[in-house]
Each structure stands twice: as structure tokens, then as C-alpha cells.
């Protein structure tokens, strides 16, 4: 089981900007493709972007171009900058592996949106 630790969260207005980090550990976070994923009230946990072990990025329509996904190996961080964020950005975001693995979820961390 690999340690994924989300922060970064917060409350900002709209059009506000948000960066998050994801914290793993270990060569297989490393040589794995790791995806933010989010939850809304109410409504089911959904992947956001998601980046591979060579840095390919994919993200969901609704924040294409608001959102950059990127890694740093080194530090074995995934990073999630969110921008013009809107009310409906609002969820508890994580992180895990892709496809995501059951007992890899962590806390989250929560993003609010609103004025």
C-alpha cells in the first residue's frame, strides 16, 4: 500500500486559482500514472485530469484549459493548478493511481468555491 497524501485545498472566490499536491512514495508512484480525482456533494467521486509516468496529460471537458496537471519525480509529487475556479469546482479533490486502487485513497482535500 502506497501513502498518498493530498493538501492545498481552500476556500477561494470565484476565478480564483488553487494549487494541489499529492504526496506518494516509493518507485511505483514514480512509474505510475497518477489522477486527481474529485467528489461533490452528493454526487460520485469523478476523475479530474490525469498525467502518466513519461508526463501525458488527459483532463476531464469541464476543466479543460482551467486546469494543468504536472509531476515532479524527484520529489514524487503530482500537482494540480487550478484556475477560474467556479462554485461547481466545489468537492473534496484526491489523488491516486490510475486506474485508482481501493485502499490508496486518502484524505482529500477540500476546495471550496464561493463568494
Known amino acids: 500500500q502506497v501513502q498518498l497524501v493530498e493538501s492545498g485545498g481552500g476556500l477561494v472566490q470565484p476565478g480564483g486559482s488553487l494549487r494541489l499536491s499529492c504526496a506518494g512514495s516509493?518507485?511505483?508512484?514514480?512509474?505510475?500514472?497518477i489522477g486527481w480525482y474529485r467528489q461533490a456533494p452528493g454526487k460520485q467521486r469523478e476523475m479530474v485530469a490525469w498525467i502518466s509516468r513519461t508526463g501525458i496529460t488527459n483532463y476531464v471537458d469541464s476543466v479543460k484549459g482551467r486546469c494543468t496537471i504536472s509531476r515532479d519525480n524527484a520529489k514524487n509529487t503530482v500537482n494540480l493548478q487550478l484556475n477560474s475556479l467556479k462554485p461547481e469546482d466545489t468537492a473534496v479533490y484526491y489523488c491516486n493511481f490510475v486506474p485508482p486502487r481501493p485502499d490508496d485513497w486518502g484524505q482529500g482535500t477540500q476546495v471550496t468555491v464561493s463568494s
Open positions: 516509493g518507485i511505483t508512484f514514480r512509474l505510475s500514472s
